[in-house]
């Protein structure tokens, strides 16, 4: 191995026996984020190191440099994580549920939900070189307030959700 | 002026005695085309030769060459199309009209226009390299046909719109 260019690799704080690995939506996440990784990196990881990156501690979120766009792995992840929500989202209604990412410029800009003609997630993305969550707990809870609300929504306007 | 910078530009194609510049949906496009201008390579420019480059004739069409991505001159054509039809449905409408342009990869994408948690206006966007019109009244027809569709679609939703 050449010394130069060996990365110094975070340590992991994703524990492999972490209970948090067994919830649906990090099951999801998971599934979301492998089916991103079109070279086949993570083929012989464990999903723990997959998910290791999302958890942002305080250290980690101090040490990411929030100048330009962010790159393509870190949008691999919001790509994910509002794919799993879409994919749980259609699960519950039954209805084809379609994640547009639009980022406009320097980690800004806004997620979106789509069922039928109906918005039924609309997020502004701020920040998204620092995407990541304290936990993989803190990262479902968020998930099931946005999948509450938006799940309301389609139940109300179902009609325009069906278009 | 010195002779190896001085770029050739293609004949132009819209007279300045056009009569289709007096059609309201033109003028909006020369405003938004404007707007987006923020170097004022405009500035000195007739609304004519601002909207010259939207008017594709088969040699234009042909002449441009469709391999990577769309540049930030195309782009901001689509976007300030895009921009015309909201503002105009805004007028229509009175309620904000918000356009969301997705351009995924090589050309391809999706063009929307959200009124409230609806989907007012979903276009698929392809070959955006060649984005334009036969001539102006073209555009303003086809302008006009998708803005039908998206009133009627904000009239007979419009508890959804509202939201």
Same mark, same amino acid.
């Given at each position: 191995m050449n010394m130069f260019t060996l990365e110094q690799t975070a340590p992991e *704080?994703?524990?492999?026996?972490?209970?948090?690995?067994?919830?649906p939506f990090v099951k999801q996440m998971v599934v979301q984020l492998r089916a991103m990784d079109g070279y086949g990196a993570y083929d012989t990881w464990k999903d723990a190191r997959v998910l290791d990156?999302? *958890?942002?501690t305080k250290e980690r979120r101090k040490a990411i440099p929030v100048v330009g766009d962010p790159d393509e792995t870190t949008l691999s992840r919001v790509k994910a994580y509002y794919n799993a929500l879409a994919q749980t989202l259609e699960k519950q209604t039954g209805l084809l549920a379609v994640p547009v990412i639009n980022i406009?410029?320097?980690?800004f800009g806004r997620a979106l939900i789509l069922v039928g003609k109906l918005v039924a997630l609309d997020k502004t993305l701020r920040d998204v070189h620092r995407?990541?969550?304290?936990s993989l707990e803190k990262m479902t809870e968020d998930a099931e307030k946005l999948l509450a609300k938006a799940k309301l929504l389609v139940d109300e306007n179902r009609t325009v959700a069906e278009l």
């Open positions: *704080v994703v524990a492999e026996d972490d209970p948090a690995l067994q919830l990156p999302l *958890v942002l406009t410029h320097e980690g995407f990541g969550f304290d």
